[in-house]
Each structure stands twice: as structure tokens, then as C-alpha cells.
């Protein structure tokens, strides 16, 4: 049973930095492509970073130079640290996993398995 987990939350001033991470239980492939996606308010989810399990990484041109996404060897823990916030970066910040490397494009693809979100606000 896969299972995601969302942390780190909270809130930070404009300017601020933040980092989320996630972790993950229950998975057993080999591939993966894994990401992080937001929903801001009144907005539908969209991606933010992505990371395969060949260590190939995205990201949405909104977050580029700001925002960095990594895992860790056992591929248990997955984070997003976040600098420069802004508010247009407020929202609910989700983790997500599917078992392939096909299309691990942030904007290409769709989590399988989902964590329950992190809200993320700056102000």
C-alpha cells in the first residue's frame, strides 16, 4: 500500500524560503517519476517540479531558479525547497508518484499516488 506524506508547511513572509518534503511508504519499483504540484486558490492543480528515478529533473518556468526538488537515495524522501517566495506561490502543495520514467515532464504528467497536501502560504 503506497502511501505519501506531506510536511513543512506553514507560512513565511515574501522573500522568504521554505522547504516541504515528503514521505513515502510502500513503494516497490524500480522507476519512478515523482513531483510536487500546487493548488492556489481559485486555480486548478498544476505542476511544479518533477524528478525521475534516473535523477532527471523539471520544472514549471513559473518556479525555475527558485525552487529545487530532490530525493534521497533510498527514494523514500522527497523534498522541495523553495526560495524567493512570492504569493503568487501560495497554495496546497501536493506530492505525487507514479511507477515509470515515460513523459517525466513537469506539465506532462499525472501522479498515480497522492499525499494529502501541505499548505504553503506567503504573504
Known amino acids: 500500500h503506497v502511501q505519501l506524506v506531506e510536511s513543512g508547511g506553514g507560512s513565511v513572509q515574501a522573500g522568504g524560503s521554505l522547504r516541504i518534503s515528503c514521505t513515502v511508504s510502500?513503494?516497490?519499483?524500480?522507476?519512478?517519476?515523482m513531483g510536487w504540484f500546487r493548488r492556489a486558490p481559485g486555480k486548478e492543480r498544476e505542476g511544479v517540479a518533477s524528478?525521475?528515478?534516473?535523477?532527471?529533473?523539471s520544472y514549471a518556468d513559473s518556479v525555475k531558479g527558485r525552487f529545487t526538488i530532490s530525493q534521497d537515495n533510498a527514494k523514500k524522501n522527497l523534498y522541495l525547497e523553495m526560495n524567493s517566495l512570492g504569493p503568487e506561490d501560495t497554495g496546497i502543495y501536493y506530492c505525487?508518484?507514479?511507477?515509470?520514467?515515460?513523459?517525466?515532464?513537469?506539465?506532462?504528467?499525472?501522479?498515480?499516488?497522492w499525499g494529502q497536501g501541505t499548505q504553503v502560504t506567503v504573504s
Open positions: 524528478i525521475d528515478s534516473g535523477g532527471t529533473t
Open positions: 505525487a508518484a507514479r511507477p515509470h520514467t515515460f513523459d517525466c515532464y513537469t506539465g506532462s504528467w499525472w501522479g498515480r499516488n
Open positions: 510502500g513503494y516497490t519499483y524500480g522507476s519512478s517519476c
